[in-house]
């Protein structure tokens, strides 16, 4: 879909009303996963239109939205990304003959708190979020059953209730007739409503990322044809997403008695079997998080393959960081073993403490495990981490970028000689002889050149002194032998 433009219109769509338990899950359960941007978005638009009925709102301009939501072009688009990512907007683009285009947000309620936590995507996602304990308290505040407390009395209950026609007349054929010429008194079509979104509406996922033409033939001999439904596709593919398992993958849960028995599958022993193996592989569930791409909130048109330039190795690896997961970096330098529960830890802490992409978390870790003999000590991560969060880096170009900056640093550091030092504790300088200090002085004199000229003069009274009493010594040797006798 192309990028609208601010003077583009736009319109919202409700099939239901929104009610105040729709608000308890939005607050509770949504708002951690998208933002209280996003959820804001999405209550502006809930209330353009009757708060009563389902209905239409008029035609705005996209100005307008900015202005009411105080936001600007970018976090616009990315709050309403979001909401379509967990599915409570639905984005249509409506062109009308003259070449008028606008867009329709089509509002679906959230799911109820019971259909939220069978879905293993936003379960996961709302987990990683809170953390492991808010988490399990929020689940047991919005499903937990209210009617059994431990401790109380049990009581005897009796209904009381009067029925209808305790309370109510039989309405005879003369007062069925008036109504009925009143009903055709009403004019006016009555809206169609389309009760399917009452429940509201799971994430979407790609329709082609598995083939399932492949999986049916391969279990033609377990399953029937009726058995693959929409709503069994869509489990897989949300199954396939969150483990990130390919066809091969699926093909062999699948095949497992415990999942599928007597042509049928059990989607309760497939997320559990799935579930389990992950975990006895990587040692811990999976970590979802946000796409950097999808929060750049630009949607760009990618060039044709002829036109786009062949990349480098370095490119190359710099586009794989970017796509693949920290654990599947992990997985891989791992060689197939299973992750340490630290190493899943310091991921989980990147992800959700610090806030850092995936992509960024990426360039981190091999930066860490290249550098230190692939190992990964928690303290120093986590200290490269709020440095990298301080400086803004965001995308895994400029974790790179600043990932080589540091290790040219140490470099250098390496490189400068060490200025000396005197072991003297006191950095006292030891005694020199006085004639050994003279020559030392003298010699630096005749190689500097500077001596001055009161010293060069004393220098050469102290050679003629020298030459004086070598003469007087001579003399008075000569003198001795000639007396002799």
Aim: charged content about 30%.
């Amino acid at each position: 879909m192309a990028m609208f433009w601010k003077d583009a219109g736009w319109r919202c769509r409700t099939h239901r009303p929104i009610h105040h338990a729709d608000l308890v899950g939005l607050i509770h359960l949504y708002q951690p996963i998208v933002g209280a941007s996003a959820i804001s978005l999405y209550m502006t638009l809930a209330c353009q239109v009757p708060l009563h009925r389902a209905g239409v709102s008029k035609l705005y301009a996209h100005s307008y939205l900015l202005q009411l939501c105080s936001f600007t072009f970018d976090q616009l688009l990315e709050a309403r990304h979001l909401l379509e990512g967990v599915g409570l907007i639905n984005t249509y683009e409506i062109e009308e003959e003259e070449d008028h285009v606008y867009y329709e947000y089509e509002m679906l309620p959230p799911l109820t708190p019971a259909k939220f936590f069978q879905s293993d995507i936003l379960s996961v996602t709302l987990y990683n979020a809170l953390g492991k304990e808010r988490y399990i308290a929020v689940k047991d505040w919005l499903t937990g059953d209210d009617r059994f407390q431990p401790g109380r009395k049990e009581e005897k209950k009796k209904n009381i209730t009067r029925s209808f026609q305790d309370v109510f007349d039989s309405i005879s054929p003369a007062e069925l007739a008036k109504q009925a010429e009143r009903e055709k008194e009403v004019t006016g079509p009555v809206a169609k409503i389309d009760e399917s979104l009452h429940q509201g509406k799971r994430p979407d996922f790609m329709q082609d990322d598995i083939d399932f033409s492949m999986l049916q033939l391969r279990l033609s001999h377990l399953l029937g044809k009726d058995v693959w439904t929409e709503d069994l596709k869509k489990e897989i593919r949300e199954l396939g997403f969150l483990y990130q398992l390919d066809e091969w993958a699926i093909l062999k849960a699948l095949q497992n008695p415990y999942v599928t028995s007597h042509g049928q599958i059990r989607l309760d022993r497939l997320r559990s079997f799935v579930r389990s193996e992950y975990c006895m592989q990587f040692g811990s569930t999976p970590v979802v998080a946000k796409k950097a791409d999808a929060l750049a909130a630009k949607e760009e048109k990618k060039m044709p393959p002829d036109r786009e330039k062949p990349l480098s190795e370095e490119e190359k690896h710099i586009r794989q960081l970017a796509q693949i997961s920290p654990m599947q970096l992990l997985a891989f330098y791992q060689k197939g073993a299973r992750i340490p529960a630290s190493d899943v830890e310091i991921v989980e802490s990147l992800i959700r403490h610090y806030g850092l992409p995936p992509g960024v978390v990426n360039v981190l870790l091999e930066y860490v495990l290249l550098k230190y003999d692939y190992k990964l000590p928690r303290n120093l991560v986590e200290k490269i981490a709020g440095h990298w969060k301080r400086l803004g880096i965001s995308t895994v170009e400029e974790a790179v970028e600043q990932a080589k900056k540091e290790e040219w640093e140490t470099k250098k550091k390496k490189q400068q000689p060490r200025s000396f030092q005197p072991k003297n504790p006191r950095n006292k300088p030891e005694a020199l002889p006085q004639t050994l200090q003279m020559q030392m002085e003298q010699s630096q004199r005749a190689k500097s050149g500077q001596a001055t000229k009161d010293e060069w003069a004393d220098q050469q009274e102290q050679i003629r002194a020298k030459l004086r009493l070598m003469n007087e010594r001579f003399v008075a040797g000569n003198k001795e032998k000639k007396n002799t006798p």
